[in-house]
């Protein structure tokens, strides 16, 4: 029972990725977030997260789906970047 919560977090933030227009394409050169990668990764770390520390429920599993999308879109703003050199 405990990976359908797993599983739901993924694919709820999925589904809010595409919603909130993420890219799909994964482009190397780039550190922008993307559909697939941060966004799975960090749903499923802060699932893990929480499960740790409270125990996993429905309504954890969906504010993590919510809330892993949206970090993925602004994660340049949250941390920008860094300018080596002058």
Not at 27 to 50: E, Q, R, Y
């Amino acid at each position: 029972m405990l990976y359908l919560y797993y599983i739901l977090s993924v694919v709820i933030s999925l589904v809010v990725g595409f919603i909130i227009g993420l890219p799909v394409e994964i482009d190397v050169n780039s550190f922008k977030g993307n559909l697939f990668f941060p966004t799975v990764f960090v749903a499923l770390g802060l699932t893990a997260v929480i499960d740790i520390l409270f125990n996993l429920n429905l309504v954890f599993t969906l504010l993590v789906g919510i809330f892993s999308p949206l970090f993925s879109k602004y994660v340049d703003l949250i941390f920008p970047g860094v300018s080596y050199g002058g």
